[in-house]
Structures are given as C-alpha cells and as structure tokens.
C-alpha cells in the first residue's frame, strides 16, 4: 500500500492529497529514508510524519501493524499504526491528543517545516 493511502486509511491525514502535499514537502519518511507519496508500507516499518494540528507542529513516529482494505474508522486505527515515538518535549507516555480520535484527520503538511 501507498504511503499517502496509508496515512489517510488509517486517519492520520484528512485527505489522501494532503498526505501526498506532505510527502512532496519532505515531511514523511519510512525508516529514517525520505518517501515520496507512491512509496510502499510495510509491516514493521516506521513512518514519521510532521505536521500541523491545531496550529501546533507535531512529530509523530508509527509503526505500521497492517494495512487496511480502505479508510477505517476511528476506533480501528489502533490495529493498523501503533505510537512508536513522540517528542522530548511531549511526556514519555501516549500524548492526550493522541487517545482523542477527534484529531485523527486533522494532521496537515507543515508550512514552516519545508525540507
């Protein structure tokens, strides 16, 4: 599965264009490597996206544990991604943004973060 599909199946991204509007910007990488939108999952791998939510910049490190058929609700975003990493800055546990489903879908590219 695509790298953008990926990410806007299990709802880190609103839409599969800001996904793609991401990765063009260079704020998507799998296992430390740049991706381009087409680039493919796996199991296993780590994919680290910076983006915008709710004004603030965020780094957030996934591990991919599957891959959906299709965009999956909010409650089964937990069996496809699972919070590898997260900030220094944030607290060593799961940030509360990360448990509210609500944010899931409002990541966007990152305007400030252009590499």
Known sequence: MR?????WAVRIFKSRSLATEAARRGQISIDGRAAKAAT????????????RLKGVSRRVSLEV????????SA???PEFCLLKHI?????????S???NSEWWGELEPD????S
């Open 75 to 77: 409650n089964r975003v």
């Open 40 to 51: 493919l999952v796996r199991l296993g791998q780590t994919v680290e996206v910076i983006g």
């Open 87 to 95: 900030p220094a800055a944030e607290s060593p546990q799961e940030p």
């Open 65 to 72: 544990i599957g891959t959906p058929p299709s965009r999956i």
């Open 111 to 114: 305007s400030e973060s252009d």
């Open 3 to 7: 790298v953008d599909q990926w990410l």
């Open 97 to 99: 943004w990360w448990n």
